[in-house]
């Protein structure tokens, strides 16, 4: 997924949640698509320019963290998990 964030590009499952601010609920990554806006790390708003989906074999692993909510993950986005 390309942002204009900085033009960060973040690599993620698809099941990775973003919290989406125009919805305000959380959006799995595969769900997102071009133009649609998530809360970057900083609770800045940051636009999706494209989203790109490939497959790959990757060990993945949910961080939670006890008492955080939300968890600023690579590329700054605050999600539910870090996978």
Same mark, same amino acid.
Request: proline share 4%; net charge negative; with cysteine.
């Given at each position: 997924?390309?942002?204009?964030?900085?033009?960060?590009?973040? $690599?993620?499952?698809?099941? @990775? +949640?973003?919290?989406?601010?125009?919805?305000?609920?959380?959006? +799995?990554?595969? =769900?997102?698509?071009?133009? +649609? %806006?998530? +809360? =970057? =790390? $900083?609770? %800045? *708003?940051?636009?999706?320019?494209?989203?790109? &989906?490939? =497959?790959? %074999?990757?060990?993945?692993?949910?961080?939670?963290? %006890?008492?955080?909510? @939300?968890? *600023?993950? &690579?590329?700054?986005?605050?999600?539910?998990?870090?996978?």
């Amino acid at each position: 997924m390309k942002t204009d964030a900085d033009s960060q590009t973040i $690599k993620t499952t698809k099941h @990775h +949640q973003f919290y989406e601010i125009i919805r305000n609920s959380w959006t +799995q990554a595969g =769900g997102l698509e071009p133009g +649609q %806006e998530f +809360q =970057g =790390g $900083k609770g %800045e *708003p940051a636009r999706i320019l494209d989203v790109i &989906a490939y =497959g790959a %074999e990757w060990t993945t692993y949910d961080l939670s963290v %006890e008492g955080l909510a @939300h968890v *600023p993950c &690579a590329g700054g986005a605050y999600t539910g998990s870090c996978t």
